[in-house]
């Protein structure tokens, strides 16, 4: 069915940028939100970034005006571009879709990817 599946994580020291790519393959008839989270070690996964139907990102407030969160419509891919990255942004960040994947049950289900390793080193 759907699958998400997220790359661009690495190593990077304090300072740098990375860019996380999510891929969406399988049918999707209508979503209804598209964002990043991210866990770091011994803490709740949170929600980074969304993007609204019309193209405009939201961002949670330790990462706003570093993060720049974007689509590609044609390629099925989310972006999550990261500037200025800190030692506070290391975790395993995730890609979640939630959408109507049924042309027979209008009712939405929730994806995840498997997650990338981002690390920001002092």
């Known amino acids: 069915q759907v699958q998400l599946v997220e790359s661009g994580g690495g190593l990077v020291q304090a300072g740098g940028s990375l860019r996380l790519s999510c891929v969406a393959s399988?049918?999707?008839?209508?979503?209804?939100?598209v964002g990043w989270y991210r866990q770091a070690p011994g803490k709740e996964r949170e929600l980074v970034a969304t993007?609204?139907?019309?193209?405009?990102?939201n961002y949670a407030d330790s990462v706003k005006g570093r993060f720049t969160i974007s689509r590609d419509s044609a390629k099925n891919t989310v972006y999550l571009q990261m500037n200025s990255l800190k030692p506070e942004d290391t975790g395993v960040y995730y890609c979640?879709?939630?959408?109507?994947?049924?042309?027979?049950?209008?009712?939405?289900?929730?994806?995840w990817g498997q997650g990338t390793q981002v690390t920001v080193s002092s």
């Open positions: 979640n879709l939630d959408a109507v994947t049924s042309s027979s049950w209008p009712r939405s289900n929730v994806y």
């Open positions: 399988g049918t999707i008839f209508k979503i209804n939100a």
């Open positions: 993007i609204t139907s019309g193209g405009s990102g």
